[in-house]
């Protein structure tokens, strides 16, 4: 069965990867350039300050109807009625995720081993991250990467929605669809770009031309 994730192009958003640009002007510029889904991911907040943040995109968000994922922390996800949650293997797994937020509405897990295709965790999940395509400073406690093979493999065994994450950008975007990715999630190619707009528009537009 084909499982609705309309999305293209994934923002992974953070303050630190803004780099000292206000996060809400970065999000804002990455919309205007193509990006359709974002998701705020801060390791290192208390849970207040995360929320805060989480309450003062979603303001931004909503003028653009673009949905709000939150990594990792579901009381942060809940409070600030985000549309979904992004958790991995260290994180609450999707079946806990699914009985204590019955409102979620976009649950996405990482995958980062072929057997977790066949589990109880991705049956329960809306879309799954496939982690990581490339190898990325961004994110270094990777297991291995997939590459363009691997991709292609796990297109071959499922039909969930794959989100491509590491190290994409407007140079591989064309040829990860191609493999068989749905949407690119980004954060170092828009959030740190001199203008993330522009970025934005680029990756937007060879994933455009691959579909
Ligand atoms: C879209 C997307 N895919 C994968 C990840 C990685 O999640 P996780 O493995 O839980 O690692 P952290 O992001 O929590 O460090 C993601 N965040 N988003
Ligand atoms: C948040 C995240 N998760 C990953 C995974 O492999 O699961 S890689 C990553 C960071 C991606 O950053 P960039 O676009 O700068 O390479
Ligand atoms: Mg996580």
């Not at 995360?50 to 003028?63: M, T």
């Not at 590459?147 to 064309?174: D, H, W």
């Not at 954060?187 to 203008?195: E, K, T």
Request: aromatic fraction near 6%; glycine fraction near 6%; hydrophobic fraction near 40%.
């Amino acid at each position: 069965m084909k499982h609705v994730f309309p999305y293209r192009l994934y923002l992974v958003i953070s303050e630190e990867a803004c780099k000292g640009r206000p996060l809400n002007d970065v999000a804002e510029m990455a919309i205007r350039g193509g990006v359709d889904i974002i998701q705020l991911r801060e390791k290192f907040d208390d849970t207040e300050t995360f929320l805060q943040k989480a309450i003062s995109l979603q303001n931004v968000l909503r003028k653009y109807n673009v949905p709000l994922i939150i990594n990792d922390n579901l009381e942060v996800a809940k409070r600030s009625n985000a549309y979904g949650i992004h958790v991995g293997n260290s994180d609450s797994p999707p079946t806990a995720i699914r009985e204590s937020w019955a409102a979620c509405q976009c649950l996405g897990y990482s995958i980062e081993y072929l057997k977790q295709l066949v589990n109880k965790e991705t049956l329960t999940s809306d879309y799954l991250g496939i982690s990581p395509i490339f190898d990325t400073l961004t994110k270094q406690d990777t297991v291995t990467q997939w590459g363009l093979a691997g991709l292609r493999q796990i297109r071959s065994i499922t039909e969930k929605p794959l989100v491509a994450i590491g190290n994409m950008n407007a140079q591989n975007a064309y040829d990860v669809m191609k493999a068989g990715a749905d949407c690119l999630a980004v954060v170092s190619a828009i959030c740190g770009a001199a203008n993330p707009e522009k970025a934005a528009r680029e990756i937007r537009s060879n994933i455009e031309r691959a579909i």
